[in-house]
């Protein structure tokens, strides 16, 4: 396959991916590697060092997200205090 991807955005992505909790990691793989569509599943782990499994698990928690309203995201009374 073909490199999708310069090089200068593959390191960004190692980058950002590293800064990732491994819920997060697996979720934004998963992302990445649907919008390159086929074969993306098998460039993404190549690029970020994890297994096609890895990425097929967060494809997966994808699907199972619930839809929240932007609206609702945060409990009523949450957030900063006001004085």
Request: with cysteine; aromatic share 8%; net charge positive.
């Amino acid at each position: 396959m073909e490199f999708p991807f310069a090089a200068d955005i593959e390191q960004d992505m190692k980058t950002f991916f590293g800064s990732l909790r491994e819920k997060d990691r697996r979720r934004y793989a998963a992302i990445e590697a649907r919008k390159l569509g086929h074969g993306g599943i098998t460039y993404v782990a190549s690029l970020l060092g994890i297994d096609q499994k890895t990425i097929q698990h967060g494809l997966h928690e994808l699907a199972k997200l619930p839809d929240i309203p932007p609206h609702l995201c945060r409990r009523p009374g949450g957030g900063p205090k006001r004085r």
